[in-house]
Structure formats: C-alpha cells, structure tokens
T-cell receptor, first 116, second 116 residues
Framework: QQQVKQSPQSLIVQKGGIPIINCAYE??????FPWYQQFPGKGPALLIA?????SEKKEGRFTISFNKSAKQFSLHIMDSQPGDSATYFC???????????????FGKGTLLTVNP | NAGVTQTPKFRVLKTGQSMTLLCAQD?????MYWYRQDPGMGLRLIHY???????AKGEVPDGYNVSRLKKQNFLLGLESAAPSQTSVYFC???????????????FGSGTRLTVV
C-alpha cells in the first residue's frame, strides 16, 4: 500500500518557469510533511517542511501548499533555475506519537529538469 | 563536521556472498535508518533504530540484518546477497523529539551495490 503518491514522475520546464510537484497521502494521522532534494550521486537533503496547522510555507523560492481536507500537498519552485535540476521527494510521518520515534514514508520522486 | 558517512561507496558482490555496510554519524542523533533507492520506487525503509542496542524492521527488511552496538554506528548486513538486492543504499539519522524539535533527516551519500 503506497501511503504517499507523488506526481509527476518527471517534469521539464524552462528557466524562470514555476514547476509544481504534487503529493497525496492516505493516512490522516500524518502530521509532518517534508520535501527532500537529491542531486545525482548525493543523498537527499531536507529542503522545506510543513505541519498541518498552516496552509502554506515559503522558504526563498520554494513554497509548500497544504490542503488538509483533500489530503494533498505540493511544492512550487518560483523562478526556477538550471541549478534546481534534481530529484524531489515528498514525504510524510507521524510526529506526535509520544515522541518515541517517527519514520518517514517517501513518495517515489520527481525528476525535475530546468532548461537554460 | 562529517555528518553521516557511509562506507564503502561502491561494491560488486557475487550471488551468495555476504557483506556489511557501515554508517557512522557524528551528530549524536538517536535515530538511524537504512533505506534502499531503486529506479521508480523511491526510498524504501529497510530497518531503523531508535537508540543504541535497539533495531526494528521497516518496509522491506527481508534478506537484511542490522546492528547498533554504538550510538554513532548503524551496520547493515547482507548474509547471502541476491541480484534483487542490487540498489543504492542510504543511511540517515535524526534527532528524537525528546531531544530536539529539528527532526529532519541527514542522509549519507550512499553505497551503490551491484550483485551479479
């Protein structure tokens, strides 16, 4: 059972465009939604994260939009640059589980290419 | 500050051989994880640990064993390698909520394993 569904699998945009990557989750107990960025040959790195008490979070050119009722969240990259070309993963976890542990469930990833 | 270090970076095994992948972190993180990354499958959790001396199964644990004898090290073992275990393996670590509100994962740079 895939708990976090990510789309599209790949995305090509021109420099300056606004790529949007979408994720949907099934488990209503999820309460932490991070996005990770991975460059070729490297491990994923935390990009931005959101909790369900807010509908939007911005950090620089990256924005997460969150729709709790639809169980969906998305990543928007404003003024995209060729250096943003990477694989992006959404993820979800249950943080408020008594603080004992948490495990991230990842989407399958989106390969973003930003052409010059 | 090295973060999360994985060794080796590359390895080719013959079917039936055994090996151990080492993960070391210097951030005093309580939690550690092993993921495998396969094309089109995203990141799947193999095993994880919430503290020294403790381990637990993740989503795809079959064919793997782990040990966490020291807080800073998390070992992943393949007792009898199979071609289906050809993958890129990532180790990650994080704080627990009892220690810090920063619960983002820090990933290593990966081990590319080929089983022939």
């Amino acid at each position: 059972q895939q708990q976090v569904k990510q789309s599209p699998q790949s995305l090509i945009v021109q420099k300056g465009g606004i790529p949007i990557i979408n994720c949907a989750y099934e488990n209503t107990a999820f309460d932490y939604f991070p996005w990770y960025q991975q460059f070729p040959g490297k491990g994923p790195a935390l990009l931005i994260a959101i909790r369900p008490d807010v509908s939007e979070k911005k950090e620089g050119r990256f924005t997460i939009s969150f729709n709790k009722s639809a169980k969906q969240f998305s990543l928007h990259i404003m003024d995209s640059q060729p250096g943003d070309s990477a694989t992006y993963f959404c993820a979800a976890s249950i943080v408020n589980s008594g603080g004992s542990n948490y495990k991230l469930t990842f989407g399958k990833g989106t390969l973003l290419t930003v052409n010059p | 500050n090295a973060g999360v270090t994985q060794t080796p970076k590359f390895r080719v095994l013959k079917t039936g051989q055994s090996m151990t992948l080492l993960c070391a972190q210097d951030m005093n993180h309580e939690y550690m994880y092993w993921y495998r990354q396969d094309p089109g499958m995203g990141l799947r959790l193999i095993h994880y640990s919430v503290g020294e001396g403790t381990t637990a199964k993740g989503e795809v644990p079959d064919g793997y064993n782990v040990s966490r004898l020291k807080k800073q090290n998390f070992l992943l073992g393949l007792e009898s390698a199979a071609p289906s275990q050809t993958s890129v393996y990532f180790c990650a670590s994080s704080y627990s909520l009892r220690v810090s509100a920063n619960y983002g994962y820090t990933f290593g740079s990966g081990t590319r394993l080929t089983v022939v």
